[in-house]
Nanobody
């Protein structure tokens, strides 16, 4: 089992940047596919970015492509989400998640992930 802890959220003005971290304990993160999801008030949890465990291939939602970057530091057992050019619509609680298997390659589905962090709030003011 793996435990995940997110950090790095906060309040930022539109156009600004934040870097979220997801630190793992219990298992080596490089053996897991990792994802970042977000959930705004009154909305369903949605996919933001993912990175595969073997090749390090990255995937992004269209809404964040070109602005967000997911990366992994195996030495620190941490996954990051660099968020640039933030918009008010990026305001949400951000969660990292881990799984050993993407069934059918569905990296974008929350149901594919077995382990979740507690979330970190990101608020973007206009």
């Amino acid at each position: 089992q793996v435990q995940l802890v997110e950090s790095g959220g906060g309040l930022v003005q539109a156009g600004g940047s934040l870097r979220l971290s997801c630190a793992a304990s219990g298992r080596t993160l490089s053996t897991y596919h990792m994802g970042w999801f977000r959930q705004a008030p009154g909305k369903e949890r949605e996919f933001a970015a993912a990175i595969s465990r073997s090749t390090g291939t990255t995937y992004y939602a269209d809404s964040v492509k070109g602005r967000f970057t997911i990366s992994r530091d195996s030495a620190k057992n941490t996954v990051y989400l660099q968020m640039n050019t933030l918009k008010p619509e990026d305001t949400a609680v951000y969660f990292c998640a881990a799984t050993r298997v993407w069934g059918g390659g569905d990296y974008y589905s929350p149901s594919q992930y077995d382990y979740w962090g507690q979330g970190t709030q990101v608020t973007v003011s206009s």
